[in-house]
């Protein structure tokens, strides 16, 4: 059975308090068994997943596994290593695809869904495509079901004003401000370890697919 098991919690607990170069080398059995843990969870879990969509059953699960390493170029935190196990599923390069996320981290897991940070030209068709079927989105994002476990979109950098190109008194004026398109949907610890878990957050992953597909028409 694909389980997440409790020791790539714990393991990523002690990473938070050890979060340098020396634990992290003095504890790399760990690490590579709790990675292998994730990686054997995510093929059960994207083999579930391609039953609502047969294209999620390309993905590599280790490729889809993010790097626990961190770029620490541009940044002022120069902890070494990240503390969650992150994985991408259908994305796209450089999240210019609406698709999945998931999110391990104690205290702080996660689904999302839809796109994050996308370049100009996929902002603008995306927006443009909320502005001709405003309907048809609205009726995805208020339908019951995702609407209880999505209550709304994230808010993050959203515009002040409706950005150019649209008109201002646009209906769908308060969604073209968004700069992101994301659905997210936080998982306590015990979900994560639940045994019917991949079954769980299969099902949650499933309400987000007339979203991606939504944001994906365009690109089509």
């Keep these: 059975m694909n389980i997440i098991k409790p020791e790539t919690l714990t393991f990523l607990k002690d990473l938070t308090v050890n979060n340098n170069r020396e634990w992290f080398n003095e504890n790399k059995a760990v690490y590579t068994t709790s990675q292998e843990n994730v990686i054997a969870f995510l093929d059960g879990l994207i083999k579930e997943m391609s039953g609502f969509d047969e294209e999620l059953g390309k993905i590599d699960s280790k490729k889809s596994l993010f790097r626990i390493y961190r770029d620490t170029r541009f ?57 001709l079927y405003g309907d048809d989105f609205l009726k995805i994002i208020n339908q019951k079901d995702f609407k209880k476990y999505f209550p709304e979109l994230d808010q993050d950098d959203k515009l002040k004003k409706v950005p150019q190109g649209f008109e201002k008194e646009d209906p769908m004026g308060e969604y073209l401000k968004l700069k992101n398109f994301i659905v997210v949907y936080y998982l306590k610890d015990e979900e994560i370890l639940d045994k019917n878990a991949i079954k769980n957050i299969t099902k949650i992953f499933k309400l987000m697919k007339p979203f991606n597909d939504f944001l994906n028409a365009p690109f089509q």
Excluded at 84 to 108: D, I, T, V, W
């Design 75 to 131: 940044s002022k935190d120069k902890s070494p290593y990240k503390t969650n196990f992150g994985a991408s599923l259908g994305m796209g390069k450089g999240s210019q695809k609406g698709g999945y996320y998931l999110h391990m981290e104690p205290g702080k897991s996660f689904l999302a869904g839809g796109i994050y940070m996308p370049e100009s030209s996929v902002l603008k068709e995306v927006r443009k495509e909320i502005s």
